[in-house]
C-alpha cells in the first residue's frame, strides 16, 4: 500500500503538473523603475517584456549563486576554504542580469567578488567550489582560489582594488582594433571608483570611442565605509563627466538586463564608452573576515532583504503574473541544493594539484622550459 500511494501520488503530481503548466502565461510585461540618466537625452525603457523560459532560467540561475555563496560561507566556516573570500549574495540581479543582455562572444572582467560571474559566464558549480577548496579540479587548477576565477571571455577576479579597470578598456581596444561586433563590461565596486588608474582610463576610453561598458557596483559599503564617508559624490554614474551614464536598480533583474541591452546597443554603433552605476547591496560583510554588522545594522540588512531581495522580487512577479507556481519554483530549489551538495562533495574529496602543477601555465602555447624552485637545485618544468 505504501509503495502504492508513493506511485498515485507521483502520478497526480505529475498530473498537476501538466494541468499547470498549461496554464501558464507565455510572457508577462512588468514596468520597471526608470533610470536616472548623465548625459544622455533618453535612457532605457521603463517596461520590460519577460517570457516564462526566461523567468525559470534567472530564477534558477540566481537561486544557484545564492545557494552556492551560502555553501562556500559554510565550508569556509569549517576550515575547508582558506584566505580571501568575498561572497556575491544580496548582487545576483546584477550578474544574472547582465549576461543576459550580452553575447557569449562578448567580454567581462570585474574585481574579487567574482564567484557570480564566473558561473554566468560559464564555469560549473564543482569548478567554482573547487577552485575555492584549492583542489585540481578548479576552475584555473586549484591555483587562484577566490579572487581569481576565469572561463572563457571572463578576464577574472582581480585582487588589485581597481586595476581591473585599465585591463577592461584594453580589452575593449581589442575588440575595436580586430573590427569585431564585440563590447567589454569592466566591473568595479563603489569603494574603487576614487581611484586614480579609473579616470585616466575614462579618459583614454572617450578618445579612442571603446565599446566599454565602465559599471560600478555600488553596494553602500567599500569594506566598512559607506559610500557617504568615501565620496564627496556618490553619483557614481555622473562620474565620467564627458561619458554618459545611467543609474539602475541593481536589485531588479530586469532593470539590469533592459540597462545594459540599452549600454550595448550605445557602445556597438561606434557612440563610444558608457557609465553604468548598479545599486545594489551585498547580504554578507566585505569579506568572510568581516561580520559585517559593526558598520551597519542587522536590522539594514533585514529591511533589504525583506523588501528588496532580488529573487524574491522575480519569484513574485512570475507567480503573480501566472508565468510559474510556487510548487513550481520550490521543485528547482531543490534541484539546485542537490546540484550545490553534490559539487561541494567533489570540491572536497577531489585531490589538491602535485607540487609538479606549480610552475605550469606561465605562458600559453610556448615550448616547455625549466623553472627555479625554492632554491636553485630544485627546478620545476612549466607547460602552457
Known amino acids: 500500500t505504501i509503495c502504492s500511494y508513493h506511485y498515485l501520488s507521483k ?50 540561475t540566481m537561486q544557484t549563486i545564492r545557494r552556492m555563496e551560502l555553501k562556500s560561507d559554510q565550508l569556509y566556516k569549517q576550515k575547508i576554504i582558506r584566505g580571501f573570500c568575498h561572497l556575491y549574495d544580496g548582487q545576483e540581479a546584477c550578474c544574472v542580469g547582465l549576461e543576459a543582455a550580452i553575447n557569449p562572444t562578448d567580454h567581462l572582467i570585474t574585481a574579487y567578488r567574482a564567484h557570480g560571474y564566473a558561473y554566468t559566464r560559464g564555469t560549473a558549480v564543482r569548478e ?39 585591463l577592461g578598456a584594453g580589452i575593449a581596444l581589442a575588440c575595436k582594433y580586430f573590427g569585431k561586433d564585440e563590447i567589454c ?39 566598512g565605509t559607506s559610500v557617504e564617508r568615501a565620496a564627496a559624490s556618490t553619483d557614481y554614474y555622473k562620474r565620467g563627466d564627458y561619458i554618459p551614464g545611467i543609474r539602475v536598480d541593481g536589485m531588479d533583474i530586469l532593470c539590469v538586463r533592459e ?16 557609465l553604468m552605476e548598479l545599486q ?50 520550490k521543485e528547482i530549489d531543490v534541484e539546485v541544493r542537490k546540484e550545490i551538495e553534490e559539487a561541494a562533495q567533489f570540491a572536497t574529496t577531489d585531490p589538491e594539484p602535485p607540487l609538479e602543477e606549480l610552475g605550469n601555465h606561465i605562458y600559453k602555447n610556448e615550448p616547455p622550459f625549466e623553472v627555479r624552485g625554492p632554491s636553485q637545485w630544485i627546478k620545476y618544468k612549466s607547460v602552457g
Not at 496554464?23 to 532605457?44: N, Q, V, Y
Open 185 to 223: 563590461l569592466t566591473l568595479y565596486g563603489d569603494g574603487a571608483a576614487n581611484q586614480g588608474q579609473i579616470f585616466e582610463t575614462y579618459n583614454m576610453a572617450a578618445l579612442w570611442k571603446l565599446p566599454c561598458i565602465f559599471i560600478c557596483e555600488n553596494n553602500r559599503y567599500g569594506m
Open 128 to 166: 567554482i567550489l573547487a577552485e575555492l577548496t584549492g583542489r585540481k579540479g578548479g576552475c584555473a587548477k586549484g591555483k587562484g582560489g577566490s579572487m581569481h576565477m576565469y572561463a572563457h571571455n571572463f578576464y577574472g577576479g582581480n585582487g588589485i582594488v581597481g586595476a581591473q579597470v585599465p
Open 280 to 329: 545594489t547591496y551585498r547580504y554578507h560583510g566585505h569579506s568572510m573576515s568581516d561580520p559585517g554588522i559593526s558598520y551597519r545594522t542587522r536590522e539594514e540588512i533585514q529591511e533589504v532583504r525583506s523588501k528588496s531581495d532580488p529573487i524574491t522580487l522575480l519569484k513574485d512577479r512570475m507567480v503573480n503574473n501566472s508565468l510559474s507556481s510556487v510548487e513550481e519554483l
Open 11 to 60: 502520478v497526480s503530481r505529475v498530473v498537476v503538473a501538466s494541468r499547470n503548466y498549461a496554464d501558464f502565461a507565455s510572457e508577462a510585461t512588468f514596468d520597471i523603475k526608470k533610470c536616472d540618466l548623465h548625459r544622455l537625452e533618453e535612457g532605457p525603457p521603463v517596461t520590460a517584456v519577460l517570457t516564462r523560459e526566461e523567468g525559470l532560467h534567472y530564477y534558477r
Open 259 to 274: 540597462a545594459t541591452k540599452f549600454a550595448a546597443e550605445h557602445c556597438r554603433s561606434g557612440k563610444g564608452p558608457m
